[in-house]
T-cell receptor
Framework: NAGVMQNPRHLVRRRGQEARLRCSPM?????VYWYRQLPEEGLKFMVY????????ESGMPKERFSAEFPKEGPSILRIQQVVRGDSAAYFC????????????FGNGTRLTVT | AQKITQTQPGMFVQEKEAVTLDCTYD???????LFWYKQPSSGEMIFLIY??????QNATEGRYSLNFQKARKSANLVISASQLGDSAMYFC???????????????FGKGTHLIIQP
């Protein structure tokens, strides 16, 4: 039973380029969460999605960031026109539908903007 | 106000000793869950243990136990018989069941960097 799969593991982008981060949840999990971790910090919530629906995006920056979780395929976190401050580790987590279940995290994507 | 506070940025502990990592939380929600995650230097987030606010007994998972003191709003992680492989960042997190924002998601503390010395 594969865990949460994130790719790529490392991503380098120049300022102004687009970054696409992918996340495949664990089998049977329909809830996906994206978190960002800056160096020496804990994880900060960005967005919570279920299939084809954004449930809560209160942690997403208002511009340049978007997320989707289509009916088929992985969840995508998209960052347009990246800036140096976007450099961070981005973690995806998934959980089953029932409340109270722990979130299972992927290994993260480390984005570096040069 | 901080929802999750971890007051120990770093800790050095001798191998085989027991370790207590502090976590206090702030919520007015009567129903919530508390989680501990381990993040080794390789970067992945590993779920360790969970305590629900209505659970009567402290959670235990192998060498991990959670010292849950509801009145003090603390949820300290205890690691018995520490091992070199326990060296990592440890994050305390909370899920509030009835709050808006990040529904079913987690709020994390800043973490404690634990180093086990031989």
């Amino acid at each position: 039973n594969a865990g949460v799969m994130q790719n790529p593991r490392h991503l380098v982008r120049r300022r102004g380029q687009e970054a696409r981060l992918r996340c495949s949840p664990m089998k049977g999990h329909s809830h996906v969460y994206w978190y960002r971790q800056l160096p020496e910090e804990g994880l900060k919530f960005m967005v919570y999605l279920q299939k084809e629906n954004i449930i809560d995006e209160s942690g997403m920056p208002k511009e340049r960031f978007s997320a989707e979780f289509p009916k088929e395929g992985p969840s995508i976190l998209r960052i347009q026109q990246v800036v140096r401050g976007d450099s961070a580790a981005y973690f995806c987590a998934s959980s089953p539908p029932r409340s109270g279940s722990p979130l299972h995290f992927g290994n993260g994507t480390r984005l570096t903007v040069t | 106000a901080q929802k999750i506070t971890q007051t120990q940025p770093g800790m050095f502990v001798q191998e085989k000793e027991a370790v207590t990592l502090d976590c206090t939380y702030d919520t007015s929600d009567p129903s919530y869950g508390l989680f501990w995650y381990k993040q080794p230097s390789s970067g992945e987030m590993i779920f360790l243990i969970y305590q629900g606010s209505y659970d009567q007994q402290n959670a235990t998972e192998g060498r991990y136990s959670l010292n849950f003191q509801k009145a003090r709003k603390s949820a300290n992680l205890v690691i018995s018989a520490s091992q070199l492989g326990d060296s990592a960042m440890y994050f305390c997190a909370m899920r509030e069941d009835n709050s808006g924002g990040g529904a079913d998601g987690l709020t994390f503390g800043k973490g404690t960097h634990l180093i086990i010395q031989p």
